[in-house]
């Protein structure tokens, strides 16, 4: 089945200088919208960024059935623009969807939206080698009923924002051990909006310790180390690329696959295994040399150089021969266009 969509650009474009604008300030000049409704998608559209009317009734806005994304497009060496890995993140959007017993975005309508957005508003790439576009699709339930139930009626957008570096200097983080993100059978796993409300109180409570963010652990004994906020995370000990396998509780990071990919492809020594906080706490206390990063898309690589665990804080190498800045290079070279895409990773316009 097709899936039109219709264009109404801006007659004027104004593309701005947004080095100095904070991550998600700054909307490019479109946006798509599509709307369900009796069980289909229609009246999809790309038309100048604009604000959404909708019901106070709004179902989103009560029962929490709101699904996101996050992609990045980059300029290559050539001057084309590269998105990259929408196919892993329209995998991703279904399962998240699905779980939130939202409906399918077909795949067709998904990509031909993505692939319009980003030609339309490929001027906000930014030149400058941190700089991508962040894009954001996402779908919210918006049938007007206050009822607690699944929604009838749904709208799928895509907006985007012109992004650099998501954390400005290496991290700060504390190993949670009271508060939970996720339980098993939960929706941890879902990019779902649920996740991050229910995260904010915990890491508020770490940011006033004077902490950047918390370390996720699992919700029963705090003692398997999950995920960060807005992040998937991964470690280097003695030597080995070390990360939490998937599971029902954390999210199923592209960039934390990508990294695992190249890790592979360079022959490093890798394991996706549970790692435990005591386990870490020994290493850190015996001095060993342990790299902590976050990885995901708005992050990229956010290099940890302090961990507290039980009160106690402990420092990680970021030294520039680590292996976390080895792959981060690699990984920006293939989205650039300087190095193979071996994997078919990008998608160019
Ligand atoms: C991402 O990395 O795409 C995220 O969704 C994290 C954050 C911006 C909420």
């Not at 309508?109 to 692939?115: N, P, S």
């Not at 939970?180 to 006033?208: I, M, V, W």
């Not at 039980?310 to 420092?315: C, L, Q, V």
């Not at 680590?322 to 316009?349: F, S, T, V």
Request: charged share 25%.
């Amino acid at each position: 089945m097709a899936y039109p969509i219709s264009i109404s650009a801006q007659s004027e474009r104004q593309v701005k200088d947004t080095k100095s604008i904070p991550f998600g300030k700054q909307p490019t000049e479109h946006m798509f919208i599509s709307e369900y409704k009796d069980g289909q998608w229609q009246n999809s559209r790309i038309v100048p960024f604009a604000e959404l009317t909708m019901s106070p009734f709004a179902l989103c806005l009560h029962y929490g059935q709101t699904v996101f994304e996050g992609m990045k497009a980059f300029h290559t060496k050539d001057g084309r623009i590269n998105i990259f890995r929408p196919d892993k993140h329209y995998d991703r959007f279904v399962k998240s969807l699905d779980r939130m017993c939202m409906p399918e975005v077909p795949k067709s309508l998904f990509m031909e939206a993505l692939h319009q957005l980003v030609q339309l508003d490929g001027a906000w790439i930014p030149e400058e080698a941190d700089g991508s576009l962040y894009i954001r699709p996402f779908m919210i339930a918006s049938e007007e009923r206050l009822g607690v139930k699944v929604a009838d009626e749904y709208l799928f957008m895509i907006v985007a924002t012109p992004a650099y570096q998501y954390y400005a200097k290496p991290l700060k983080v504390k190993v949670e051990d009271t508060y939970s993100r996720a339980a098993d059978g939960g929706t941890g796993f879902a990019k779902c909006g649920g996740n991050y409300g229910g995260a904010f109180y915990p890491t508020q409570l770490a940011r006033e310790a004077g902490y950047d963010q918390v370390i996720w652990t699992d919700s029963k004994t705090h003692e398997l180390i999950e995920e960060s906020g807005t992040m998937n995370l991964m470690f280097v000990i003695n030597g080995t690329l070390v990360t939490p396998p998937l599971s029902g509780t954390i999210l199923d990071g592209i960039t934390r696959d990508s990294l695992l990919a190249i890790a592979k492809d360079k022959g490093l020594q890798m394991e996706v295994r549970p790692v435990n906080v005591h386990e870490l706490k020994q290493a850190l206390e015996a001095g060993q040399k342990i790299e902590a990063f976050g990885a995901g898309t708005a992050a990229v690589i956010a290099p940890i150089e302090t961990i507290a665990i039980d009160g106690k804080e402990y420092t990680c190498y970021i030294a520039e021969d680590a292996m976390m800045y080895q792959l981060q290079k690699e990984l920006y070279d293939i989205r650039h266009g300087n190095a193979p895409d071996n994997h078919n990773w990008n998608y160019i316009i």
